[in-house]
């Protein structure tokens, strides 16, 4: 395996979406609690910026990971929650987590 074989590989990709110093974070709280409105997740992050947490947030709806659910007022609500694809995860981040913890 070369380097441009390593950059279409699934590990590589896999590891893409996960990374990052909040994401696992985000992960984390979405697994374990279920659906999030956006200040509570914020507020649950104490050091992260809202900028940044949007950021991750688009970054992971965009790959498919989480769902993302408005609700019409003033002002507007906006949750989030895993999607399937993000579930599946939930084997692979308790396995990381137990090698961690070992």
Not at 47 to 69: F, N, W
Request: net charge positive.
């Amino acid at each position: 395996m070369d380097y441009k074989d390593f950059e279409n590989c699934g590990l590589k990709k896999a590891l893409n979406m996960v990374s990052g110093k909040w994401k696992p974070m985000i992960l984390h709280f979405l697994f374990h609690y279920g659906e999030y409105r956006f200040n509570d997740l914020w507020r649950s992050m104490p050091k992260v910026s809202k900028k940044v947490l949007t950021e991750h947030l688009r970054q992971m709806e965009e790959q498919g990971l989480i769902k993302r659910r408005e609700v019409n007022g003033f002002p507007l609500e906006v949750y989030y929650h895993l999607s399937e694809k993000g579930r599946e995860l939930g084997p692979i981040l308790a396995a990381l987590d137990e090698f961690g913890n070992s």
